[in-house]
T-cell receptor, first 109, second 112 residues
Framework: LAKTTQPISMDSYEGQEVNITCSHN???????ITWYQQFPSQGPRFIIQ???TKVTNEVASLFIPADRKSSTLSLPRVSLSDTAVYYC??????????FGDGTTLTVKP | EAQVTQNPRYLITVTGKKLTVTCSQN?????MSWYRQDPGLGLRQIYY???????DKGDVPEGYKVSRKEKRNFPLILESPSPNQTSLYFC???????????FGQGTRLTVV
């Protein structure tokens, strides 16, 4: 499984766009990039998954450059309720899955 | 409503007393997995199952057992719990691995 590196923490203000970058230099050809959100004492919640270029859904966008060695989760116009830990995972959509340390995002009023 | 249900939500037990944490999903998912979460260590995978009767070790399987006799259930068994298994446990299911996994509410286990 590819190792991922994310910033430990980030601060933002309500209404701003937040971009969280994840590095995964050893990503394999058949690996996908998946992001989860976790609130304290709750299970992680799936946000988005992508393989290359850009993926967008109703809550976020995921940008993946051509070399796929990094990815950026973009949260548009964050609110206080987006304060959480965000995890980047890289794997082949099967079997073992390793969560890294995650990025603690704090949104301030 | 799609959900993953864990029981119990909270449990305090004594060292050596066998216990089982149940996990059930209603989405007909083939893939299920157990994680433990400890402060400063993030989520670590204990065991996973790709389908009925197919299970495999995650990163921290020592001291745990699982079984997958039917698709909807994936119980986690601690044959002889020890204090270092005090943790917050999560069960997850998905149609395929990391894709859109649904997590349970968590089970907070304390072994004294």
């Amino acid at each position: 499984l590819a190792k991922t590196t994310q910033p430990i923490s980030m601060d933002s203000y309500e209404g701003q766009e937040v971009n969280i970058t994840c590095s995964h230099n050893n990503i394999a050809t058949n690996d996908y990039i998946t992001w989860y959100q976790q609130f304290p004492s709750q299970g992680p919640r799936f946000i988005i998954q992508g393989y290359k270029t850009k993926v967008t859904n109703e809550v976020a966008s995921l940008f993946i450059p051509a070399d796929r060695k990094s990815s950026t989760l973009s949260l548009p116009r964050v609110s206080l309720s987006d304060t959480a830990v965000y995890y980047c995972l890289v794997g082949a959509n099967a079997g073992k899955s390793t969560f890294g340390d995650g990025t603690t995002l704090t949104v301030k009023p | 409503e799609a959900q993953v249900t864990q029981n119990p939500r909270y449990l305090i037990t004594v060292t050596g007393k066998k216990l089982t944490v149940t996990c059930s999903q209603n989405m007909n998912h083939e893939y299920m997995s157990w994680y433990r979460q400890d402060p400063g260590l993030g989520l670590r995978q204990i065991y996973y199952s790709m389908n009925v009767e197919v299970t495999d070790k995650g990163d921290v399987p020592e001291g745990y057992k699982v079984s997958r006799k039917e698709k909807r259930n994936f119980p986690l068994i601690l044959e002889s719990p020890s204090p270092n298994q005090t943790s917050l446990y999560f069960c997850a299911s998905s149609s395929k691995g990391l894709t859109e996994a649904f997590f349970g509410q968590g089970t907070r286990l304390t072994v004294v």
